[in-house]
C-alpha cells in the first residue's frame, strides 16, 4: 500500500516548488483507513475497504535527506475479493527543492519523472497564508495554522487544501469526478501529520447510470506505532515488494496501494484510479491462453544457468547469463512461471540511465533526469505490463510493442535489429591498432562508456568481465580510444558494448574490433554469433552487414516516459 495522494486530473504544468530547509531527522509512522461506497446504478451496494502502516524514516544525506520507507496494506470488498502486500524502498529528496532524485517513496508514482514530484513527508516551514507549496504533483494552498491531536500530541499545525474537478473517458465509463484534499503538517519542523481526502464520481458505465463515493484519511501514529508492519510474516525485502492477490481478479491487474485505487472492481473506474490499479506490484496475473501466471522474483543466479526463455527467439539462449549478470551489478529479475514452466522473464538494470534534460522548471537544479531502464521478455502484452510494473521500469527492451490498454501510454520509441552469423571463422584483425583488454584499462574504458551517457558501468564491465566475457580496446598513440566486449554463452556467442571516442568514428576502429572478436569467439567454437543493433544506426547495421550477419529477429525500446527520444536507451 502506498501513501500516495490522489491525481484525479491531468497532471498539471509544475512551477518551482518552495524550497526550505530539511527536516530534522526523524521517524514518521502512518496509518491510512479508505473506504469506497457506491451509491448509485452500476455501483449501488458495492463497498471496499482499504487499510495500512507505514514508516517512512528521513535522515541527512549528501546534499538531501535520504527516505527508508517501508509500507503495508490490506484490501477487501463486498465480493468477497481479498489482497494484501508490502512494499520496502529507499530514496533520496532534495534538500532544496523537495524534488525526489531517483524515485519517488511511493510505489504508484513511479510511472511519474521522479523530478517532477514534490515530497509528501515535509513542507518548508515558515508558510504564509495564501502561499502554494507543491506536494508530489499536486499544488496546495495554504490556508492557516490551527490545534489539532495526532500521535498522541498536541500541534501547532499548518493547513493546506486542494480541490478540483474532472472528466474521464475510458474502459470503464465516463464520468465526472469532484474532489477535494486536505493536509496537515507540524509548524515547526514541517513534517507530515494528517491528510484527508474526499472524492464523488458520477456518469455512465456500458450506458448504465452509475456513481460512487470515496474517502480516505492517513493519520501520523504514535512512535512505536507499527500495526500490519508486524503481520507480514518475515518476508525478506525482495518478497516485501509483492501482493498477494485473492479470487475474483478478473481482467483487471489488481492493486491495493494507494489512495483512490479501484482494485479489482468490474465496473468502477476513472483514469487516475485504474492507472494506480495496474501499476502495483503483483505475485500472479491472469493471462488468456496462460491462465493464473505466477511471478517470481529471482535472488541467486544458479536460480536461472541453463534456463530458455523466449524459445523462439533468437536470443533465447543468451538471456538466462544475461539475467545472472543483472543479478550480479545489485539490479533486479523476475520470471514468469506456469505450473513450473518459464514463459516470461524481466530484467531491471540496477543503475538508472541518465536522460538528456528535460524543459526548464521541470528537474531541480543540478539533477540529472533518469530513467530505469530494462528487458521484458514475455509472450504476451498483459503478462508483460504486469511486470513492466513489477520491476519499476519506465523504459525497455522487448520483442514486440504491448498491444493492451495501458495506464502510462506505453509507446514504441525505436526498433533494434537482432543479426547472427553462423559458424565465425578465425580473422585477420591488426594488433598495432587493437589489443586484449588488461586489468589496468577498465578505468579508461569505464570513461569511454560513461562519457556516452550511460552510468554505474564499473560495476557493470566487472560483472562482464568476471562471467567470462573477453575485452579488446583500440589504442591510438597511447591512448585508449575504444573498446568492445564478446561472451560466448554455450555455442552462442554475443558482441555488446562497442564505444569509440567521437574524435576517433570513421577511421576503421569500429571494423578492426569486430574482426578482433569474431576471431576471439571462432577459436572458442561458437556455432553462432549474434549482436543487437539499433535500426537507425545505419554504420554499424552496414559494419555487420559486411562481415556477414543476417537479420534474424527484432526488438522494440517502449518508454512511459514521454521525453525519451530515440538513441537515448543503450543496450547494455
Known amino acids: 500500500m502506498t501513501h500516495s495522494f490522489p491525481t484525479l486530473l491531468p ?233 498477494t492477490t485473492g479470487p475474483g481478479d478478473g481482467d483487471i491487474l489488481s492493486s491495493c496501494c494507494c489512495l483512490g485505487n479501484l482494485a479489482g472492481i468490474p465496473l468502477i473506474g476513472g483514469l487516475a484510479l485504474r492507472r494506480r490499479a495496474l501499476r502495483k506490484p503483483r505475485d500472479t496475473v491472469k493471462v488468456a491462453g496462460l491462465g493464473t501466471v505466477a511471478l517470481v522474483e529471482v535472488r541467486q543466479p544458479a536460480e536461472l544457468r541453463g534456463q530458455r526463455f523466449g524459445e523462439d527467439h533468437a536470443l533465447s539462449l543468451v538471456l538466462a547469463d544475461l539475467a545472472c549478470r543483472t543479478l550480479a551489478t545489485g539490479g533486479r529479475v523476475q520470471v514468469a512461471r506456469v505450473e513450473g514452466r518459464l514463459v516470461g522473464l524481466a530484467m531491471a538494470e540496477a543503475t538508472p540511465m541518465p536522460l538528456p534534460a528535460t524543459p526548464a522548471g521541470t528537474a531541480p537544479t543540478g539533477q540529472a533526469p533518469t530513467q530505469r531502464v530494462g528487458t521484458v521478455i514475455a509472450p504476451q502484452g498483459r503478462l508483460a505490463q504486469a511486470l513492466v510494473y513489477n520491476l519499476g521500469l519506465q523504459t525497455w527492451f522487448a520483442l514486440h510493442p504491448s498491444k493492451i490498454t495501458s495506464p502510462d501510454s506505453f509507446r514504441v520509441v525505436e526498433s533494434w535489429s537482432v543479426l547472427a552469423l553462423d559458424f565465425p571463422q578465425p580473422q585477420r584483425w591488426d594488433p598495432g591498432l587493437v589489443r586484449r583488454m588488461k586489468d589496468s584499462d577498465r578505468a579508461a574504458v569505464v570513461a569511454l562508456l560513461e562519457a556516452e551517457g550511460d552510468a554505474g558501468m564499473d560495476a557493470w564491465l566487472q560483472a562482464q568481465l568476471a562471467d567470462g566475457d573477453q575485452g579488446f580496446v583500440a589504442v591510438v598513440q597511447g591512448r585508449i580510444v575504444g573498446a568492445a566486449l564478446c561472451g560466448l554463452h554455450g555455442e552462442v556467442g554475443r558482441l555488446h558494448g562497442l564505444v569509440v571516442h567521437p574524435d576517433h568514428r570513421g577511421q576503421g576502429l569500429g571494423a578492426e574490433l569486430l574482426r578482433a572478436r569474431l576471431d576471439a569467439l571462432a577459436l572458442l567454437g561458437a556455432m553462432r554469433v549474434v549482436v543487437e543493433i539499433a535500426t537507425a544506426n545505419l554504420a554499424s547495421m552496414h559494419l555487420a552487414r559486411e562481415a556477414g550477419f543476417q537479420p534474424v529477429g527484432s526488438l522494440v525500446v517502449e518508454s512511459r516516459l514521454p521525453t525519451v527520444r530515440p538513441g537515448q536507451v543503450g543496450r547494455r
Open 11 to 243: 497532471l498539471l504544468v509544475l512551477g518551482a516548488p518552495a524550497a526550505g530547509q530539511a527536516p530534522p531527522p526523524t521517524v514518521i509512522p502512518t496509518r491510512n483507513t479508505r473506504e469506497i461506497t457506491g451509491t448509485g446504478g452500476a455501483y449501488l451496494g458495492y463497498t471496499d475497504e482499504l487499510e495500512s502502516d507505514g514508516r517512512f524514516e528521513l535522515r541527512p544525506s549528501p546534499g538531501g535527506v535520504q527516505v527508508d520507507a517501508r509500507y503495508s496494506w490490506r484490501w477487501s470488498s463486498s465480493e468477497g475479493d481479498r489482497q494484501s502486500g508490502r512494499e520496502e524502498r529507499v530514496v533520496t529528496v532534495d534538500a532544496d527543492s523537495r524534488r525526489y532524485r531517483d524515485r519517488c517513496d511511493l510505489d504508484d508514482m513511479d510511472g511519474l519523472p521522479p523530478g517532477e514530484l514534490a515530497t509528501w513527508l515535509w513542507v518548508p516551514t515558515g508558510l504564509q497564508e495564501g502561499q502554494v507549496v507543491q506536494i508530489l504533483d499536486e499544488q496546495a494552498r495554504v490556508e492557516g495554522v490551527e490545534t489539532i491531536v495526532e500521535a498522541d500530541q498536541t500541534w501547532q499545525a499548518v493547513r493546506l487544501s486542494a480541490t478540483g474537478t474532472g472528466r474521464r473517458d475510458d474502459d470503464y465509463g465516463q464520468l465526472t469526478t469532484t474532489w477535494s484534499e486536505t493536509w496537515w503538517y507540524d509548524s515547526q519542523t514541517g513534517t507530515f501529520l494528517r491528510s484527508q481526502y474526499d472524492e464523488r464520481a458520477e456518469g455512465t458505465v456500458e450506458g448504465a447510470q452509475g456513481d460512487f463515493v470515496l474517502q480516505e484519511l492517513v493519520r501520523r501514529m504514535p512512535a512505536d506505532h507499527r500495526g500490519l508492519l508486524d503481520e507480514a510474516g518475515g518476508r525478506t525485502p525482495a518478497e516485501e515488494t509483492t501482493g
